[in-house]
């Protein structure tokens, strides 16, 4: 290809100079809400010790407003939206990006909210499998009217080195486990208080039950491409998710805006902290 | 329930008096970006001549950053992100909000941007029925572990009706077809230029010809639900979207940006006529 326009990024290879802009990004951070990005950003800034106090901080693909992104250092934190079909639309830009920017070794996580199963409300989950909603790990991709299926195993190692730097942190609820990933989330969750919803409370408890068994600790909507995706594409990745309710006993979202707040910012924390070792770890070693 | 929080319009029944704010909607228009539903409630605003210049417009949504909602008289403007899965939660607290507001008669209409097959950019496709990759009217929705088929027919009135409207704008080249709404932006929609690409142009060529045969005029990513969703509920509802390319021809939009504008702008001038139309009609009969 002689131009390659990053349309959805506002970015492309003939109008930036993707090498300069991105060359030395080590670590890329996604989540859902452009607002929780910003402040990850910010919040990296500040921790990395990068001078003055980023309030001049600028979004990356100011124009336009279907993602947001921003550079802290060697970390770039971007929105995805929510649900698969908008994940990846940004991670086929960004790895292109990445490959564009000729960016090696980059570690990729996904920071983000998530409803729990068993476990209590503010529990920080990290991900060994993602599954589907029938429990399997595996992701379906249509290319053209063709279904195929791709592995969801997301890097080990990382899994665990992110666990290591939890428990570092003073009362820190953190586990590994299953992540389900849905398309939906009423009805595909097992929601009763949807604008449609079929089946009986007793139903929603017998699925999730099930879930649980499966090893299911936690319930969002993008983790299964992500790691089908950067797994393809080479890229060691990790999802991170804090749960806002345990669904065997609700399922709406009414934390007072304080703890749901701190509940947001615990994922951020734990990256924060893996990120500060990492690189402490680069500068002993050079 | 004694209290419904629609927790990502960041709206609820104890905390807002949705009839008084809402009672009074008759068109809901949803579409992908925030930006542009914006501009569509401040182009509503003038068109209707609802007093000033409309700049102290407020997001509705402007407590969460997950969709923004704007109100210009009986017209509610609503941005759902891209894909099924964000565009379902909204349409679900959507349907909610209507419910507990009270609302009737109302007519929900997506205005969006697609891609073209076989026609020129800038055409309008009003849709008659929305398909899946398999170019079946189908929506398939995966509730707890079952998958439950609905359909997607739209409303055959209405789209007939937009079309009518359409005649009147001068150098407006506007038709009724098949919509395709896909799971993915490049490999569902057969896209050479992704991160990821696992087939030659011309099984990509093949394919999207056999969507042309099977009717289909243009390729979006939310059609489908929305069919769906709104016809259980008893919405009438209709899908208009701009092409930006045709996909015979390319993959990639890269569309000067006032021609990029002007194109997004036509669904927007369509449906402002049509509300004018009705509105008029309206007063008349009262």
Do not use: W
Not at 54 to 81: E, F, N, Q, W
Not at 140 to 168: G, H, M, W, Y
Request: net charge negative; aromatic share 8%.
């Amino acid at each position: 290809m002689d131009e390659d326009v990053l349309y959805h990024l506002d970015l492309g290879t003939k109008t930036h100079n993707l090498p300069a802009m991105f060359g030395d990004v080590k670590f890329v951070c996604v989540g859902g809400s452009p607002n929780r990005m910003k402040s990850f950003a910010l919040f990296m800034h500040k921790e990395l010790g990068l001078g003055d106090d980023g309030d001049d901080m600028k979004d990356i693909c100011a124009g336009t407003d279907r993602y947001c992104m921003y550079k802290a250092g060697p970390v770039l934190s971007i929105s995805h939206g929510m649900g698969i079909p908008s994940i990846s639309i940004m991670l086929h830009e960004l790895i292109k990006l990445l490959h564009h920017a000729r960016c090696c070794d980059v570690t990729i996580i996904r920071i983000g909210t998530s409803g729990g199963i068993g476990i209590a409300p503010g529990s920080v989950v990290i991900t060994d499998t993602a599954v589907d909603s029938f429990f399997k790990p595996r992701f379906e991709q249509v290319i053209l009217d063709n279904i195929v299926t791709r592995s969801t195993e997301l890097d080990k190692e990382l899994a665990e080195e992110l666990f290591d730097c939890s428990k570092e942190i003073p009362n820190f609820p953190t586990l590994i486990g299953h992540t389900m990933c849905t398309y939906d989330f009423y009805e595909g969750q097992g929601r009763l208080d949807g604008a449609l919803c079929s089946f009986s409370r007793e139903k929603k408890l017998d699925y999730l039950k099930r879930a649980y068994k499966a090893g299911v600790r936690n319930i969002e909507m993008e983790s299964t491409v992500f790691a089908a995706m950067c797994g393809l594409c080479g890229l060691k990745a990790a999802v991170v998710c804090v749960t806002l309710l345990d669904r065997l006993d609700c399922d709406q979202i009414n934390l007072p805006h304080d703890v749901l707040v701190e509940y947001q910012q615990r994922p951020q924390l734990l990256i924060s902290n893996f990120i500060k070792r990492r690189l402490g770890r680069r500068e002993q070693m050079s």
